[in-house]
């Protein structure tokens, strides 16, 4: 079955360190994003990448940091830099045209401790 | 980027139709209105979506006004599994290129 994937569920970290959250999908979606979620808050955008080889910056993209190497992976670092880590990290990935949906993957829930 | 307005809660009994509304008054005409719902710490699920016509899927239908300022999500017969924060959204390019911003929706709670 065609899917986006995100690993892990869930993730525990000292603060201060670095953490790489993974994102694959098989759908063949040029396009792919990650957002943040706060509690009782909507999704705000770090990063998205219509192509391999590019990305720009979203809404909330300091202290964090990704790479697209391939068409099917978009891996999220989390780095020292970011204040307030802790949040349900969702990534999703789409066709570039305007009237195609998003495919979101199940989230990867981060706890810096 | 046109931004949208829906209220923040909703109630809705069960088997009766959930509408709920979104006012998207600065949408241009070349952008797509969607609607999508996240159930509790799951990521947000793709419902349904339109340009000017009206939309029936084997979800929900969406009904847009003639002149694209708002539009309504109808949930025909509510189930219990239907409790979910709906997501109004206008799917503009910016400089998020084709990014889809999403604000806090409405939080639609089906009761018994």
């Known amino acids: 079955d065609g899917g986006i994937t995100q690993s892990p569920k869930y993730l525990f970290r000292k603060e201060g360190q670095n953490v790489t959250l993974s994102c694959e999908q098989n759908l063949n979606h040029d396009a792919m994003y990650w957002y943040r979620q706060d509690p009782g808050q909507g999704l705000r955008l770090i990063y998205y990448s219509q192509i391999v080889n590019d990305f720009q910056k979203g809404d909330i993209a300091e202290g964090y940091s990704v790479s697209r190497e391939k068409k099917e992976s978009f891996p999220l670092t989390v780095t020292s830099a970011q204040k307030n880590p802790t949040a349900f990290y969702l990534c999703?990935?789409?066709?570039?045209?305007?009237?195609?949906?998003?495919?979101f993957g199940s989230g990867t829930r981060l706890t810096v401790v | 980027d046109a931004k949208t307005t829906q209220p923040p809660s909703m109630d809705c009994a069960e088997g009766r139709a959930a509408n709920l509304p979104c006012n998207h008054s600065t949408i241009s005409g070349n952008e797509y209105v969607y609607w999508y719902r996240q159930i509790h710490s799951q990521g947000p699920q793709y419902i349904i979506h339109?340009?000017?016509n009206n939309e029936t899927n084997e979800m929900a239908s969406l009904i847009i006004t003639e002149d694209r300022k708002s539009s309504t999500l109808i949930l025909p017969h509510a189930t219990l599994r239907d409790t979910a924060v709906y997501y109004c959204?206008?799917?503009?390019?910016?400089?998020?290129?084709?990014?889809?911003?999403f604000g806090k929706g409405t939080s639609l709670l089906v009761t018994p």
């Open positions: 339109g340009l000017k």
């Open positions: 959204i206008v799917r503009s390019y910016s400089n998020s290129g084709y990014a889809l911003n």
């Open positions: 999703a990935s789409s066709h570039r045209q305007a009237n195609y949906g998003y495919t």
